[in-house]
Structures are given as C-alpha cells and as structure tokens.
C-alpha cells in the first residue's frame, strides 16, 4: 500500500481505497480461522451477530437487528442456528418480558476466544514482516479507527477491548 503526500489534497480518499484493500485481505484471513477455531464453524454472519452479542451487554433482538442492518426474520433465524449449536442463549427482559435478551453460552465464548485467537497468530505473522515503525503507526492508526468505528456499533471503548484479546 502506498503512502499519500500530507500536501495531498485528498489523503482520506487514499486511505479509505487503502482500507477497503485491507478489509479484503483480512476478510479472507477470517474465514480461515473462523473454519479452524472449532466445529461446528459458523457463517461469517453469525459470527457478526456472536461479536455483537459479546460486545453489547443486554443486547435484544430489535438492537441486534439494528446493528447488523438486518430485517427481524433473519436475525431470528440467525439466532436459532446459533441456539441449536449451543453457542447463544435468549432469555425474557427483566422488565418487559416480550423482549428477548441474548447472551452468549459458555461454548460461545469458547468459539470466540478461539477464533480471536486464531486471528491473532495470523496477523502477528504477517506484522512480524512489517518494520518496527510501521508496526506502531499502524497501531496507532488502527486505535483512532476502532474508536470512530465501535460508538455507532455500542461495543466496549477500545481500551477495554485491548486489555480483552491481550488476557485471550
């Protein structure tokens, strides 16, 4: 990936053609933890909503639905296929029992933390490869953007997601 001028007068554009490659690329590298983490593997949109559920406390179906941009019938499908496989839990809301909280099973946790994991020895790989300097500004970079990204998504600040994978 090339590096734009800071007289460039369109960076951001560089960057996000830039990202948009990276996204690629890990993309693929997701899937092939995701298919070794552990059985059963779990499609890449159920593991969308196994990352949500773990990152937002007292999530319900409606603000799953919310998060993934998805309509009620398919987040209610896709949390029936993570039920059955024993990875994610649904009980009734405290206060108004017609809502439907998820929660993670101690085997989902396991899957992610595995998959987490899996991730992890991948990219250390390839960032291994990466000069020292380039390792920390993409470091740095990479901390502004997961604290523009995880607001809209209501996750944990990325401080706390840090300390989450470095005690995995």
Request: net charge neutral.
């Amino acid at each position: 990936m090339s590096q734009p001028s800071i007289g460039s007068p369109r960076p951001a554009v560089s960057a996000v053609a830039e990202m948009s490659e990276l996204i690629e690329l890990l993309e693929v590298v997701w899937e092939r933890g995701r298919d070794t983490a552990s059985a059963p593997p779990v499609s890449s949109a159920q593991a969308r909503v196994l990352f949500l559920v773990d990152g937002n406390d007292q999530l319900n179906l409606r603000e799953l639905g919310r998060l993934l941009e998805a309509a009620p019938p398919s987040v209610t499908r896709l949390c029936d296929r993570l039920q059955a496989v024993g990875f994610l839990e649904r009980h009734p809301g405290s206060e108004d029992r017609r809502e439907v909280l998820l929660q993670l099973t101690p085997a989902g946790r396991t899957y992610l933390e595995r998959l987490r994991a899996r991730r992890q020895e991948v990219l250390a790989e390839a960032m291994a490869a990466m000069p020292q300097a380039s390792r920390a500004a993409l470091a740095a970079g990479l901390a502004d953007f997961c604290a523009a990204v995880t607001k809209p998504l209501r996750l944990q600040s990325p401080d706390s997601l840090i300390a989450r994978t470095a005690l995995a």
